[in-house]
């Protein structure tokens, strides 16, 4: 059993979004289509704050983004797709994907894993603490845009690896880092990471893109 929306259908719950405020995804469904809670209107499902998923889900398309002020998300035990990391960011069991972070539960700096190559849209919509984006190199298409960081309030972001078209959806940073070719010695979830020069060693100062 699949939730929509696979195309541009249009859930029969949108009309009445306004109203909801929990969405418990039922034992037995096994995929959530893309654009379920995520309008192609981008208006937004303001006062969802909580979000189920079963253990039987194995297919989570772009979804959530939408929702600023989500406050958790659950995942039922025993779910073999899925892993919610430090109770505020929700990926693929692999950690290649992330789907969407929960809002309320980010702190001043996120470290996107370094096994991520992927980002669902708006995945730091709401995160109104969020102040610095650490993002590994991702495996987008050089030069192509993607809306993944569209409505992230964050003001530095530190880029590792190819340039791409991320940086042109509409951010309005602060500063931009680009590191070409830097690798950190660890790539530590409490921002106490050395940066390197890949030929020297050396710690290097960030410099705009």
């Known amino acids: 059993m699949w939730v929509y929306c696979t195309d541009k259908r249009v859930p029969e719950w949108e ?7 929990k ?7 096994t995929g959530v289509g893309g654009r379920s809670f ?9 006062n969802l704050t909580s979000v189920s998923l079963p253990a039987s889900l194995t297919v989570m398309q ?3 983004g939408c929702c600023p002020n989500l406050a958790e998300i659950k995942l039922a035990s025993g779910n073999k797709s899925f892993l919610l990391k430090d109770n505020n960011a929700l990926y693929t069991k692999d950690m290649t994907l992330l789907i969407r972070v929960v809002p309320t539960k980010v702190g001043k700096t996120f470290w996107i894993p370094s096994t991520v190559t992927n980002l669902y849209s708006y995945v730091f919509n709401g995160a109104e603490n969020l102040e610095t984006v650490m993002i590994p190199p991702l495996d987008f298409v050089e030069g192509a845009v993607t809306t993944a960081f569209s409505y ?16 042109s959806i509409g951010m309005s940073p602060e500063r931009i880092y680009h ?7 660890s790539w530590a979830p409490n921002g106490e990471t050395t940066l390197y020069g890949s ?11």
Request: proline share 8%; glycine share 6%.
């Open 152 to 167: 992230c309030t964050a003001k530095d972001f530190y880029f590792f690896g190819k340039p791409f078209g991320m940086l």
């Open 199 to 209: 030929k020297n060693g050396i710690p290097i100062e960030p410099f705009d893109s």
């Open 38 to 46: 995520t309008p192609y209107d981008d208006v937004f499902y303001e």
């Open 23 to 29: 969405v418990v995804i039922e034992e037995g469904v």
């Open 15 to 21: 009309a009445d979004r306004d109203k909801i405020k």
């Open 62 to 64: 772009d979804n959530f």
């Open 179 to 185: 590191y070409p070719s830097i690798y950190a010695d």
